[in-house]
């Protein structure tokens, strides 16, 4: 029997699973990232040590939320939680002499909902989750599109100038700063503060403030779907699967932006669930994947 150890490398917590080829999680453990983020190899280890007697481990597959460079198996940044960063994972693959595969979360999680949803796995998708930040994954034909140096997809860092130009700014603010948890938090305490944020967009709907902050979302995710022509999407993430938040409205105006006619006529949206699992099977499948390829 065969299995793979799917991790899932978050800010809060390290989630890692034995899973086998039908994707059964057979054991599960998570770790507080604070705590044992200098620890991950040691983690890696130990986990194997345990399990390695059951059958082949085929791969250990991790998804981290930053830049990952699969080729050295470095982790190159890592914003929420820096003591992941390094290059010791090389390392350690020679002396388990295990494969180690290594994405970013966001591709990952992709993988895991393409899956789940019964996409055509030669259909192209794009991703959107938005949460803290806002992650973005693209999947072109059956494959991840993660460009020349693993940063594809990384929409909440393109500028934006919704608050006008910073001209002699060293660097223009960028999506993230305007669309994501972390600025709707900012928005709740600036202007709505004496009411509940779990209703924000439901008590504060037609305000200027939370129109601009969809409109803007809507904006963007759209430019995307447009630059790259792909009408299939799946949203996800904190703020999108709240019960609160406005998906068919967005949908309209995500829809109402397109350019061709076509790609409105096909445009399909998929919600992504809320399952701690995910990531882990998500860097399962991102292993399967990948080891399949390295044969082709």
Do not use: W
């Not at 390094?86 to 595969?101: A, F, Q, R």
């Not at 660097?171 to 709740?188: A, M, R």
């Not at 399967?288 to 044969?295: Q, V």
């Amino acid at each position: 029997m065969s299995y793979y150890i799917g991790v899932d490398v978050g800010g809060t917590n390290i989630r890692m699973g034995l899973v086998d080829e039908n994707l059964n999680i057979l054991h599960e453990e998570k770790y507080a990232s604070s705590k044992y983020a200098p620890e991950l190899s040691n983690l890696l280890k130990q986990y194997v040590e345990k399990h390695k007697a059951k059958g082949q481990i085929k791969a250990i597959s991790l998804g981290f939320p930053g830049l990952v460079d699969q080729e050295t198996r470095t982790v190159l940044h890592t914003p929420n939680e820096r003591r992941f960063e390094g290059s010791y994972l090389m390392d350690l693959e020679k002396e388990l002499s295990i494969p180690i595969v290594i994405g970013n979360d966001v591709n990952v999680l992709l993988m895991y909902d393409a899956d789940f949803f019964g996409i055509d796995k030669n259909k192209s998708v794009l991703g959107f989750y938005l949460g803290t930040g806002f992650g973005n994954a693209i999947r072109i034909k059956g494959e991840l599109y993660q460009g020349e140096f693993g940063a594809a997809g990384e929409i909440g860092h393109v500028p934006a100038y919704a608050s006008g130009i910073e001209f002699d700014a060293e660097k223009q603010p960028d999506l993230e700063q305007l669309v994501s948890g972390f600025n709707l938090i900012e928005i709740h305490k600036k202007n709505f503060a004496d009411s509940p944020f779990e209703s924000l967009f439901v008590d504060h709907f037609n305000s200027k403030e939370i129109q601009i902050y969809l409109h803007i979302l809507a904006f963007y995710i759209a430019t995307e779907i447009t630059i790259l022509d792909i009408p299939t999407i799946i949203l996800g993430g904190g703020v999108i699967m709240s019960e609160q938040f406005p998906k068919d409205y967005l949908e309209s105006l995500i829809k109402k932006n397109l350019f061709s006619k076509l790609t409105k006529d096909n445009f399909k949206v998929y919600y992504a669930q809320a399952d701690v699992k995910s990531g882990i099977l998500g860097a399962t499948i991102y292993a399967e994947r990948y080891l399949k390829n390295l044969t082709k």
